[in-house]
């Protein structure tokens, strides 16, 4: 990345920019180029070095945002002041994310603490369709992970700092809620529409919000920042005009502008000022500075000055979601309101602007959640104005007063949820549509330059011609298919679970998926958050067959994510009383899929093997070459195979038995399956310390390539007409922030 010397180049280009303004667009293109690389170059220096990695080191520092309670603890990012290893000074990042596994009292924000830590470099899953959060870790500033140690003793030290005042206040409120709510089911919902902690929604209420498309609601955005400004700028008005001697001082517009200004920054600071806050409370900002200046600005100017200082002030916040949906939906509100509506009454503007926004985000929600919902319009010309009319309002007025005797507090909370809960009846009606949802694969960059254009077409102003060619030009999103083997051709995926096994193997017509990645908490697993995502963005809406191997957590925690997501024909387990509808697996049982074989050569199903060793083993070969996916299988295991097989467990490629351990990969059974492409699934420096050195060597001295998914991400090996071809998902994605 470049220093900040390179910023010189800059500056005869501005002299020529000030001559002659034909090189103003080249001043800004390299201006904003180089400020973004500058940016980007000053976090990688502010990652933790290498030989701290699985270190105890001693920090001191401050806790930088509220904890997010998990099942086994509690996690919060923390602001490093000092950090010693092994009786010296060391530098660390600024921002670091901790997790504390035990049942101690919460830290407050900004409290200042020491512990001991044991962290790691950022690192991420890295799966097609799946969520980036390496991504996320980088672009949140946050330079290294890890946990405190239990056993060494952690001290709160004495000081408190100011810059966290208002995310303390955020800390308080939200506790507050909680608990003159009770056990209410939309207390989460409150919480978030109040401080902007929507770590309190349940996955269900989620699944809900996804499936009508009323997500935006909950995140404290546009839509709420100007409807508290506008609330106060009305009231701000008619209370400085009641006195009449008031306005001879200062136009009541004025006061009021002020005082819509100063109730958004502290509605944004509740919020955490995030890019949707950010977006709105600039262009609120020019809006209202505009009156006090006794100016016009139009709203096109509103949306490129804030633009422009969300990027200035943040230029990697082009890596998050919400900058695009956020800036996006407001460009198709201007275009809808000053193109469409005209002369027409607000219950028709309204539904004109609903059906908008779903056409115009429909792309974009395409491309980053591969999903759309077709009873958002429906939902949200209802929802909206509930939402802005009742539920905003009176949750922030019970938030107001929150501070008065609990029966009264409880009371105004209580009456803002009434509403809340009659709205969430309706939007899980909504949601429970069989068709509610639109899902489908990622559509390729050429359509979706095609989609972008129709969308263009069908949002043009009234008397544009042949408006209705938009819908031609917006087809390719949904006809185009992404590519898929032929007949006789397997295409095998080892998806980046961390420390587990998810692979998805595919023929012409037909998918298999052997196993399903671990279960983290009771809101994320792999099959969730890497396996779904994954077949969604291949178009897979249909698994065939789906292996659980056998028991183990990191091998059958996201089956049921998958099962409540995608349709499954069949499904075989070597523990099939834990999976829904299973059917033992056992040797023999064959089958032919669009000219590819398909068998499991173990357990042999007499029950002479348990746990590990029981685990279902996989073989699928055609023409153009074979692959076995073993399991947790261990010595015993391999042993009977082979003697049993020999010859017969010749294979081309190889997912490494039991994660690389020391237990498995025998010298004879290598010998029997001769791959020529092994594929190790393991953790990022995961405690097992797999895959063993010894094992590694094993399979290095008998020339075998290995691929392993902490460095590679997601490998997928085509065994087709043009030979065996591997590709590392993260090499195809490389991006500067990776680990390497």
């Given amino acids: 990345m470049p220093s900040a010397w390179w910023g010189l180049g800059l500056v005869p280009l501005a002299w020529l920019s000030l001559r002659r303004p034909l090189w103003l667009p080249l001043l800004f293109l390299l201006a904003g180029f180089f400020w973004v690389t500058l940016r980007a170059g000053w976090l990688l220096d502010d990652r933790l070095p290498v030989e701290l990695e699985g270190n105890d080191v001693r920090i001191e520092g401050y806790v930088a945002d509220i904890p997010q309670k998990f099942e086994r603890g509690i996690r919060f990012p923390f602001d490093v002041e000092h950090a010693v290893y092994k009786g010296t000074s060391v530098s ?36 097609p369709g799946g969520f980036d959060y390496e991504s996320f870790l980088f672009r949140e500033r946050i330079g290294a992970t890890g946990y405190i140690r239990a056993r060494e003793p952690s001290q709160q030290l004495p000081g408190y700092s100011i810059l966290y005042a208002v995310d303390r206040i955020r800390q308080r409120l939200g506790e507050r809620i909680r608990y003159l709510l009770d056990d209410n089911p939309v207390s989460g919902i409150m919480v978030a529409l109040t401080n902007g902690d929507r770590r309190g929604i349940t996955n269900a209420q989620w699944v809900s919000l996804r499936r009508t498309g009323t997500n935006h609601l909950i995140a404290i955005s546009g839509l709420h ?11 701000g008005r008619w209370l400085w005009a009641l006195a009449g001697s008031a306005v001879l001082r200062w136009p009541a517009p004025k006061v009021a502008a002020a005082s819509a200004m100063f109730a958004a920054v502290i509605y944004a600071a509740l919020a955490g000022f ?94 980053l959640f591969h999903q759309v919902s077709i009873v958002g319009p429906v939902a949200n010309i209802v929802a909206v104005p509930v939402f802005s009319l009742l539920i905003v309002p009176l949750t922030l007025l019970a ?130 958050a890497v396996v779904v995502p994954y077949l ?78 029981a685990a279902c083993v996989l073989m699928v070969q055609s023409l153009f070459g074979s692959v076995m996916l073993p399991g947790d299988i261990e010595k015993s295991a391999e042993t009977a195979l082979v003697e049993g097989r020999g010859a017969q467990l010749a294979a081309d490629v190889l997912v490494v038995p039991h994660h690389g351990s020391k237990t498995s990969s025998t010298e004879s059974f290598l010998d029997a399956v001769r791959p020529r492409i092994a594929l190790i699934p393991a953790g990022y420096r995961n405690r097992f310390r797999h895959p063993n050195a010894d094992i590694k060597e094993r399979y290095l001295r008998r020339g075998i390539r290995l691929y392993a998914s902490p460095a590679d991400g997601a490998i997928e090996v085509q065994l087709g007409l043009e030979g065996i071809q591997t590709s590392s998902y993260r090499e195809r994605k490389r991006r500067y922030w990776f680990n390497p």
């Fill in 92 to 127: 660390l990042p600024g921002k670091i994310l901790l997790s504390r596994y035990d049942d101690k009292t919460s830290p407050e924000v900004g409290h200042r603490w020491r512990f001991t830590v044991r962290l790691k470099r950022p690192h991420g899953f890295q799966n």
């Fill in 225 to 235: 920042i100007g409807l508290v400004a506008g609330f106060v700028f009305f009231l």
């Fill in 274 to 367: 995030s890019i949707p806050t950010q977006r709105a409370l600039i262009m609120l900002t020019v809006a209202m500075g505009a009156v006090i200046l006794q100016r016009r600005v139009a709203a096109t100017q509103l949306l490129a000055i804030a633009l422009f200082v969300v990027l200035v002030h943040d230029p990697l916040a082009v890596m998050g979601a919400g900058f695009w949906l956020s800036f996006v939906a407001v460009t198709v509100i201007i275009l809808s309101v000053h193109g469409h509506s005209v002369g027409r009454n607000k219950w028709y503007r309204l539904g004109s602007v609903q059906w908008a926004i779903a056409i115009g985000l429909l792309p974009l929600m395409l491309v």
């Fill in 399 to 528: 938030a107001i007063l929150s501070f008065l005797p609990d029966a009264i507090a409880r009371m105004l909370f209580a009456l803002a949820a009434w509403p809340l809960e009659l709205m969430w009846g309706f939007l899980e009606y909504l949601a429970g549509f069989a068709h509610s949802l639109w899902i489908q694969h990622n559509p390729g960059t050429w359509a979706l330059a095609a989609g972008l254009i129709g969308v263009a077409l069908l949002l043009a102003p009234r008397g544009w011609p042949a408006r209705w060619v938009g819908v031609v030009w917006l087809s390719p999103l949904f006809l185009l298919r992404p590519p898929a083997p032929v007949a006789g051709e397997i295409w095998l995926t080892l998806l980046d679970v961390g420390q587990g096994v998810a692979a998805v193997v595919r023929t012409a017509e037909h998918t298999l998926v052997y196993d399903t990645g671990p279960r983290f908490s009771a809101r994320f697993d792999a099959g969730a």
């Fill in 536 to 613: 969604l963005s291949k178009g897979i809406s249909y698994i065939d067959t789906l292996i659980v191997s056998h028991g183990d957590n990191d091998h059958i925690g996201g089956v049921r994510s998958v099962l409540e997501s995608v349709h499954v024909g069949r499904v075989l387990s070597s523990v099939p009383g834990r999976v829904e509808n299973a059917r033992e697996c056992h040797s023999g049982q064959r089958w032919r899929w669009d000219d590819v074989e398909f068998a499991i050569v173990h357990p042999p199903g007499d029950g002479s093997f348990r746990g590990n060793n």
